[in-house]
T-cell receptor, first 113, second 113 residues
Framework: AQSVTQLDSHVSVSEGTPVLLRCNYSSSYSPSLFWYVQHPNKGLQLLLKYTSAATLVKGINGFEAEFKKSETSFHLTKPSAHMSDAAEYFCVVIPNRYSTLTFGKGTMLLVSP | DGGITQSPKYLFRKEGQNVTLSCEQNLNHDAMYWYRQDPGQGLRLIYYSQIVNDFQKGDIAEGYSVSREKKESFPLTVTSAQKNPTAFYLC????????????FGQGTRLTVV
């Protein structure tokens, strides 16, 4: 069985402070992992992806994530939050090439001035 | 301008009526997907199609139907058998099935009145 768990349903930060959104996955194989962002009433936009190359993955808008196989984690970070980062973030896993995307339940990021 | 187009953006339906949501892509992708999004539940897979003239049930297919007669089109019909159809519906496509990122449309919000 494969699944993905986002450990926080909501994360609140102040503008200019670091962001950490946590994601753990379970997979029997080497998975592909993604982070997507969704602004209200919009579709999902790909932030970054891990597909068994470098374990530290850089994405758009200053976000990055590190694949840690020993911890089965793929946490999303950003050094300094911006107001425009306020959105919902989804961690997604594809366990193997024969599977579809499996979504976490999402983490709402709130950014205060 | 390549992408995925969903229409309409908002849709209202009376109970007991079938309704069809449109999804068109000009990315030349083989695989297409329909997801349903409800608050706090992430995205759940309704149907997917790996290639034209083929489609498979996802996790919550009951009360829905699809067709894939053309590579660029994957319409979703919400039938009267769907007990709780009010939701945000997202269409996506990927270059091939499995192990690759998906690109999303802007979504259709369906409300049953």
């Amino acid at each position: 069985a494969q699944s993905v768990t986002q450990l926080d349903s909501h994360v609140s930060v102040s503008e200019g402070t670091p962001v950490l959104l946590r994601c753990n996955y379970s997979s029997s194989y080497s998975p592909s992992l993604f982070w997507y962002v969704q602004h209200p009433n919009k579709g999902l936009q790909l932030l970054l992806k891990y597909t068994s190359a470098a374990t530290l993955v850089k994405g758009i808008n200053g976000f990055e994530a590190e694949f840690k196989k020993s911890e089965t984690s793929f946490h999303l970070t950003k050094p300094s939050a911006h107001m425009s980062d306020a959105a919902e973030y989804f961690c997604v896993v594809i366990p193997n090439r024969y599977s579809t995307l499996t979504f976490g339940k999402g983490t709402m990021l709130l950014v205060s001035p | 301008d390549g992408g995925i187009t969903q229409s309409p953006k908002y849709l209202f339906r009376k109970e007991g009526q079938n309704v069809t949501l449109s999804c068109e892509q000009n990315l030349n992708h083989d695989a297409m997907y329909w997801y349903r999004q409800d608050p706090g539940q992430g995205l759940r897979l309704i149907y997917y199609s790996q290639i034209v003239n083929d489609f498979q049930k996802g996790d919550i297919a009951e009360g829905y139907s699809v067709s894939r007669e053309k590579k660029e089109s994957f319409p979703l019909t919400v039938t009267s058998a769907q007990k709780n159809p009010t939701a945000f519906y997202l269409c996506a496509s990927s270059i091939e099935f499995g192990n690759t990122e998906a690109f999303f449309g802007q979504g259709t919000r369906l409300t049953v009145v």
